[in-house]
C-alpha cells in the first residue's frame, strides 16, 4: 500500500500562485508515475497534470499549460503541482495519485481509473 498526503491549499486571490505537495510512504516512491486531478462542486474529476517516474515525460490539461507546473523530488517522495497565474475556475479539491510504472516505464496516464493511490485532497479556492 502507498499512503499520500497533499498540502499547500488555500485561499488565494485571482492572479496568485500557490504550490502543492504531496508525499508519499509506504512503496518506492520512485516505481510510481504521479498525477494531479482536481474537482470541483458539481463537476466531475479532471485531469490536471501528470509526470513521469523520472520525470521524462510530463503532461498537461490544456486549461493549465503554461500556467501551471508539475515536478517530482524522487529523494524526498514528493510531488510538487506548482499554480501560478490562478483564476476562479482553478477552484477544486486537488488530489494526487501514483500508477505503478510498469517495467519501468516513462509512461503517464491521463485518466483517473489507470492510477492505484489516491491522496485526501487539498482544498483550493481562488477569489475573483
Known amino acids: 500500500q502507498m499512503q499520500l498526503v497533499e498540502s499547500g491549499g488555500g485561499l488565494v486571490q485571482t492572479g496568485g500562485s500557490l504550490r502543492l505537495s504531496c508525499t508519499a510512504s509506504?512503496?518506492?516512491?520512485?516505481?510510481?508515475?504521479m498525477g494531479w486531478f482536481r474537482q470541483a462542486p458539481g463537476k466531475e474529476r479532471e485531469f490536471v497534470a501528470a509526470?513521469?517516474?523520472?520525470?521524462?515525460?510530463?503532461h498537461y490539461a490544456d486549461s493549465v499549460r503554461g500556467r501551471f507546473t508539475i515536478s517530482r523530488d524522487n529523494a524526498k517522495n514528493t510531488v510538487y503541482l506548482q499554480m501560478n497565474s490562478l483564476r476562479p475556475e482553478d477552484s477544486a479539491v486537488y488530489s494526487c495519485?501514483?500508477?505503478?510504472?510498469?517495467?519501468?516505464?516513462?509512461?503517464?496516464?491521463?485518466?483517473?481509473?489507470?492510477?492505484?493511490?489516491w491522496g485526501q485532497g487539498t482544498q483550493v479556492t481562488v477569489s475573483s
Open positions: 509506504g512503496r518506492t516512491f520512485g516505481d510510481f508515475a
Open positions: 509526470i513521469s517516474r523520472s520525470a521524462t515525460v510530463m
Open positions: 495519485a501514483a500508477e505503478e510504472a510498469i517495467y519501468g516505464s516513462e509512461a503517464i496516464s491521463l485518466t483517473s481509473y489507470e492510477y492505484d493511490y
